[in-house]
């Protein structure tokens, strides 16, 4: 409960401006991967950035949580910038921690292999100075949030079905309590009736935590379900950004009406899409 | 040859791997018929590509097998050897869902197609040479002969899946399976990759068997849907008639949590619970402990799949096939309307019915064990 | 099997599953098949030489129960004296009982490869596993530094130390845990190079864990099967290579009972018609290498290839 968020700020929790990233190219040159790229997400708010593969979407993801530095342009959550560099020294990382969390696509990776489900939210609350009887409560309290019982607290990730993966990499980021929450694509890789489960999770949670989330995917029909806004990337700009249902139902770029085209739907022609793509 | 004879037929096909709780496959009985798109949709471990590995005889080693696979008159499953080889090489082809992990890495884009037209009997090199061009072009990949020179690398992934599907065309082969073929793809690349496909299908009337986790994917593609569970067919229908009425629970389920584009959050119905793994049994029907409708019944009945009644009319332009098919205790009793459909369907009709007769005999004998 | 294979033709048609009794056990097709190896089968050869090794750790451990004499016990009226019953399996020159010996030996022979891995083990892991973490110029100098000792002989190597350092078991196993620690290093990197890479390694960082922390606790830990699986496999070499240094007189020194000693001291025998001095140390050794290398293949498939 010792957010950022509840300092007496009282603008957007994140406050994006200019982001840019490039990469060297083998033949010289560089790779766009980010530019110019910004956004505001309120408190309990959530943003959908929507792209295609190289879009540049995973790259501002992963600039959020400072995974990954960014050339130029600022991360601002809860008013305080946050360096482009990451922090020296165990307090200003852990601070820094408690700003941003992410939950990756991989359910399979992303967790530990040797940590049991309770190990794991463990592991996060006891480097967040949670003493060992607190951890333990906080630590049960979080896997009922996220819908995991105690057969699931003591499985090794090999012994979790991709769901219940995902569920406790949701619960190991609310673990440090922070103030937004970054999804990878997190729910591409599960199944349709799974990944309605966790969509309607992460709701919940948004309701009840009042973190913000940014949302990563590439899938329009999902980040509608889950977003406030959605910012639409194109080779690693954005090229529409506004209110998610006014993107959807009256897109002004040539780009997202493409995108929107190529949903299968029923009564869906693929040749009349593949039309409007061509026509960008 | 007779029109009335599906392109894939599959009778009855079970599976069973030792290890497992329960078959992989429980007496999957579906056909594909010249020309036509039957979609395959189901969640994971639903048995979805298993069933299309069937087709090309590529069954797990140490399984227990019963049923009959057919394609265009042969019995898949007793093929051996060279036979099996020319089977896999000229009648059936597949595309999955990595093109990259279906082209070798080092070699060029034209050796692999000519190392495919080989095995369909194109051994002169230069015929071979000028066809693979040729199928490059008829995929839509511009400047055909620039590309045979190309390494995979050098390709975007949906550059890739034309040139997949480009060696799949090479022996011209009456069946193609898709699995997953587009899931890898960006959306518009998608789009592309289905027109092409749809494009081919109409010049060379091969039969598709179309495998998506994606509902809407094969509402809007296919001419025939059939959804999977655990190993078993759930429903079947004309695309239409799925998604306008869905019989089975499971279909509905799947439906109501599909997001679609357009819809809200109060739109999203989550399926309780999670798709079955290999380690769990079903003395009943497998949906019931996930099932909204279920009731105690459901938990010791066998399931069987039955015709449907139409409902909400018969499909415009669609092809002379029953109603649909759906496996649910629930649904309105088949037997007193199976006899109608049989004698007004014809062949196939018949030949479902008897599937399903056969299906429940063997699962009673299932029981009784 | 194959019989029952052969009585039913596979054109024949599937009998209706109802009609058949219940317990018939597999279908014509499923016989035909070969079944896969769920559980790879323990080669006859692993047993046996895991039985041996564990026979030999046992031995080495009770030694002084089991050996009838002391191992440095002289007595010069029974020198090189055949098997019988006084001797087991003979004496050397000096008299001393071969199999006392042996049995006394195989202490040192399995104890002094074991703290060369474990340091070398301890030095490669850190230098790998630092390399991989930091990666830039930390990575170019640990890489270069391998593979300059890669290029380098490794006895060459050891040789030099003890030069300068003088003979002795202590030295041996110093001089030869640098020599091992390069490969490990290698090895290691290139491990928690794909390791580093998984997303819960990126979370680690995400939480705002340290680098030494995310890599000591929580790197190194998920390695640690592979390389102890590799480990396994050095330790035949590394018992080898401690018995070749003294053999060439640079390890063990009189009166230890270390078996390249032994093979060393028996030579001077053979000469003189007696084969047993010199043979008896070097089975030992040839045993226990070919069980360590059969065990640890074996082994490094097992613990390398999981998930």
Redesign the interface.
């Known amino acids: 409960m010792a957010g950022t968020q509840e300092t007496g700020h009282d603008g957007p929790v994140l406050s994006v401006d200019a982001l840019r990233k490039t990469y060297p190219l083998p033949g010289g040159g560089r790779l766009t991967a980010a530019d110019g790229i910004g956004f505001r997400v309120p408190r309990g708010g959530s943003l959908g950035i929507v792209g295609?593969?190289g879009s540049g979407k995973t790259t501002v993801a992963r600039m959020l949580?400072?995974?990954i530095r960014a050339d130029s342009g600022t991360i601002a959550v809860a008013g305080h910038v946050r360096g482009s560099r990451p922090p020296r020294g165990?307090a200003a990382?852990?601070?820094?921690?408690?700003e941003?969390?992410?939950v990756?696509?991989?359910p399979y990776?992303?967790?530990?292999?040797?940590l049991t489900g309770r190990q794991c939210l463990l592991t996060?609350l006891r480097?967040?100075g949670a003493q060992a009887a607190a951890a333990d409560e906080r630590a049960l309290r979080l896997l009922d949030q996220v819908g995991l019982g105690s057969r699931e607290a003591e499985a090794r990730p090999?012994a979790l079905?991709?769901?219940?993966r995902q569920r406790l990499?949701i619960a190991?980021a609310l673990a440090?309590d922070p103030a937004v929450l970054v999804l990878d694509e997190a729910v591409a890789a599960l199944?349709?009736?799974?990944?309605?489960?966790v969509?309607?999770l992460l709701?919940e949670i948004r309701r009840e935590t009042g973190v913000a989330l940014v949302f990563v995917s590439?899938?329009?029909?999902?980040v509608?379900?889950?977003t406030d806004e959605t910012l639409v990337m194109r080779q690693g700009r954005a090229v529409e950004q506004g209110p998610t249902p006014h993107v959807?139902?009256d897109p002004q770029d040539p780009y997202t009406r493409?995108?929107?085209?190529?949903?299968?739907?029923?009564?869906?022609?693929?040749?009349e899409?593949?039309r409007t793509?061509r026509a960008r | 040859m007779t029109t009335t004879q599906p392109l894939l037929d599959i009778a009855g096909l079970t599976l069973e791997l030792p290890g497992t709780a329960r078959p992989l496959l429980a007496e999957v009985t579906l056909q594909v018929r010249t020309g036509e798109v039957l979609g395959l949709v189901g969640?994971?471990g639903s048995g979805k590509s298993t069933t299309a590995k069937a087709a090309l005889g590529m069954l797990p080693a140490g399984g227990r097998t019963e049923g009959r696979v057919t394609v265009d008159g042969t019995d898949v499953l007793t093929l051996r050897g060279e036979a099996l080889r020319a089977h896999r090489a000229r009648t059936v082809a597949m595309i999955h869902q990595d093109p990259r992990a279906a082209l070798n890495p080092v070699r060029r884009i034209g050796d692999f197609l000519t190392e495919r037209l080989a095995h369909a009997g194109v051994t002169d090199r230069r015929a071979a040479r000028a066809r693979a061009v040729e199928l490059l072009g008829a995929v839509g990949l511009p400047d055909p002969a620039r590309h045979v020179r190309q390494r995979p690398h050098e390709l975007s992934?949906g550059m890739l899946q034309r040139v997949v599907i480009a060696g799949a065309l090479a022996a011209e082969p009456r069946l193609l399976l898709a699995d997953e073929a587009t899931s890898a793809l960006?959306?518009?690349?998608?789009?592309?990759i289905?027109?092409l496909l749809?494009t081919l299908r109409a010049e060379r009337e091969t039969g598709m068997l179309f495998i998506t986790?994606?509902?809407?994917?094969a509402?809007?593609?296919c001419d025939r849907v059939l959804v999977m569970y655990a190993g078993r067919i759930v429903e079947q229908q004309p695309a239409?008639a799925l998604?306008a009425h869905p019989r089975h629970p499971y279909t509905r389920?799947?439906l109501?949590?599909?997001?679609?584009?357009?819809?809200?959050?109060a739109d999203?119905?989550?399926?309780?619970?999670?798709?079955p793994?290999l380690a769990e049994s079903f003395p009943g029907c497998p949906f019931a402990a996930r099932c909204p409708e279920a009731e105690p019944e459901c938990e010791t009945w066998a399931p069987v799949v039955s015709p449907l009644e139409p409902e909400g009319g018969p499909v415009p332009n669609g092809p002379p096939v029953p109603a649909g098919e759906a496996a649910c205790r629930r649904l309105p009793l088949a037997a007193s309307v199976a006899p109608a459909t049989h004698g007004a369907t014809g062949a196939s009709g018949a030949s479902t019915a008897s599937g399903a007769s056969e299906a429940s005999a063997a699962s009673g004998a299932e029981a009784a064990r | 099997m194959s019989a029952l294979t052969a009585a039913q033709s596979p054109q024949s048609p599937q009998p209706p599953r109802s009609s058949r009794p219940p317990q018939a056990p597999q279908t014509p097709r499923a016989a035909r098949i070969r079944r896969p190896r769920l559980r790879p089968r323990q080669p006859l050869t692993v047993l046996i030489a895991a039985g041996f090794l564990v026979l030999v750790v046992l031995t080495a451990a009770l030694a002084p129960l089991l050996a009838p004499y002391a191992p440095d016990s002289i007595d010069l009226s029974a020198s090189l004296v055949g098997t019988g019953r006084e001797h087991l399996l003979g004496t050397d020159a000096s008299g001393q009982d071969l199999l006392s010996r042996v049995l006394h030996g195989a202490r040192t022979s399995l104890i002094a490869p074991l703290a060369l891995l474990a340091l070398a083990a301890l030095l490669g892991v850190t230098l790998g596993t630092l390399a991989a973490w930091r990666g830039g110029w930390v990575d170019t100098l640990v890489s270069r530094l391998t593979d300059v000792m890669y290029a380098f002989p490794g006895l060459l190597f050891v040789v030099l130390i003890i030069a300068v350092f003088g003979a002795g078991m202590t030295t041996s196993v110093l001089a030869l845990a640098l020599a091992y620690a390069p490969t490990i290093a290698k090895y290691t990197r290139s491990l928690a190079l794909s390791e580093r890479a998984?997303?819960?390694i990126?979370?680690?960082?995400?939480?705002?864990?340290?680098g030494a922390r995310i890599c000591a606790r929580?790197l190194v830990?998920?390695l640690a099967r592979s390389v102890v699986g590799y480990l396994v496999v050095l330790f035949g070499e590394a018992l080898m290579s401690l018995a070749t240094l003294s053999y060439l007189g640079f390890g063990a020194q009189p009166p230890s009972s270390d078996w390249g000693l032994m093979v060393q001291e028996g030579q001077a025998a053979v000469v003189q018609g007696a084969l047993l001095p010199a043979m008896v140390p070097g089975t030992a050794i040839a045993a226990v290498v070919v069980a360590f290398n059969i065990v640890g293949v074996w082994a490094a498939d097992r613990l390398g290839s999981r998930?």
């Not at chain 1, 590439?218 to 999902?222: E, K, N, W």
């Not at chain 1, 493409?258 to 040749?271: F, I, T, Y």
């Not at chain 2, 960006?186 to 592309?192: F, L, P, R």
């Open positions: 295609e593969s949580v400072g995974l165990r990382r852990l601070a820094r921690a408690r941003v969390q992410m990756f696509q991989d990776l992303s967790l530990d292999p040797r996060a480097l967040h090999h079905s991709g769901g219940q990499a190991r440090v199944d349709v009736s799974i990944q309605a489960q969509l309607g709701e590439h899938d329009l029909a999902v509608q379900y889950i959807l139902a493409a995108l929107l085209a190529a949903v299968p739907r029923e009564g869906w022609d693929p040749a899409a593949v793509v | 969640e994971s992934g960006d959306v518009t690349t998608q789009a592309e289905l027109d749809r986790h994606d509902l809407h994917l509402a809007a593609y239409p998604f389920g799947l109501g949590c599909s997001p679609t584009l357009g819809g809200t959050a999203l119905r989550p399926v309780p619970g999670r798709p793994s | 998984k997303p819960y990126d979370a680690y960082r995400v939480q705002g864990m340290g929580h830990p998920n998930r």
